[in-house]
């Protein structure tokens, strides 16, 4: 069963650019959710998407928005790069959130630079 | 909000030496409780999870239990070892509103040396 996809895995953009990230969960999973990872801040936390439906979002500006498509495949887009966008960003997808699993399944991160 | 307070690291422990790393939550309700561990350059992976109250949750010999009276939730394990090293992250999982989210902890980074 393949894990979860994240693509590009590295890309490095300047400043003011925009950039997308891909995500493609599990088989069968529905819901994908996306974290910030810096050494700074630690992991936080983005939004989560759930049948192509935003069900919760982080504290996170408005340059930071995200989609989910019918075959539950996700994209975040972040508009706009500011130097502090530098990050690994974190795709989990699960079976069916809010039901008291609470289990996410990782995929390796998109790590994002910016000059 | 709700919060996890992670023991800071890093850790460096010699080979067979006991682990423990601390992580205690806020109460707000009764979360669902997780660690979560990522090795070096990869995602994180789930490693041991507790649902309520005195469940211990166990995996690779590593374990933790749910401490309501003490809102904790500290990793521990007998005997580590080398392929131990890794980041280990403690994650309360909240509800409310309509959703379901993980909260994690800024990480605890523990080398193993033989």
């Known amino acids: ?115 | 909000g709700d919060s996890v307070t992670q023991m800071e690291g890093p850790v460096t422990l010699s080979e067979e030496a006991f682990l423990t790393i601390n992580c205690t939550y806020t109460a707000t309700g009764y979360p669902s409780l997780f660690w979560y561990v990522q090795y070096p350059g990869e995602g994180l992976q789930l490693l041991l999870k507790a649902t309520k109250a005195d469940d211990k949750g166990s995996n690779k010999g590593f374990e933790a239990t749910y401490r309501k009276e003490t809102t904790s939730f500290h990793l521990e394990k007998g005997s580590v070892q080398v392929s131990d090293s890794a980041v280990y992250f403690c994650a309360p999982a909240y509800s409310g509103a309509g959703s379901y989210q993980l909260t994690f902890g800024k990480g605890t980074k523990l080398s193993v040396i033989p």
Not at chain 1, 15 to 31: K, N
Not at chain 1, 33 to 56: A, D, I, V
Not at chain 1, 96 to 115: K, N, Q
């Open chain 1, 1 to 115: 069963k393949a894990g979860v996809t994240q693509t590009p895995r590295y890309l490095i953009k300047t400043r003011g650019q925009q950039v997308t990230l891909s995500c493609s969960p599990i088989s069968g999973h529905r819901s994908v959710s996306w974290y910030q990872q810096t050494p700074g801040q630690g992991l936080q936390f983005l939004f989560e998407y759930f049948s192509e439906t935003q069900r919760n979002k982080g504290n996170f500006p408005g340059r930071f928005s995200g989609r989910q498509f019918s075959n539950s495949r996700s994209e975040m887009n972040v508009s706009t790069l500011e130097l502090g966008d530098s990050a690994l960003y974190l795709c989990a997808s699960s079976l069916a959130w809010g039901y008291g699993t609470g289990e996410l399944f990782f995929g390796e991160g998109s790590r994002l630079t910016v000059l």
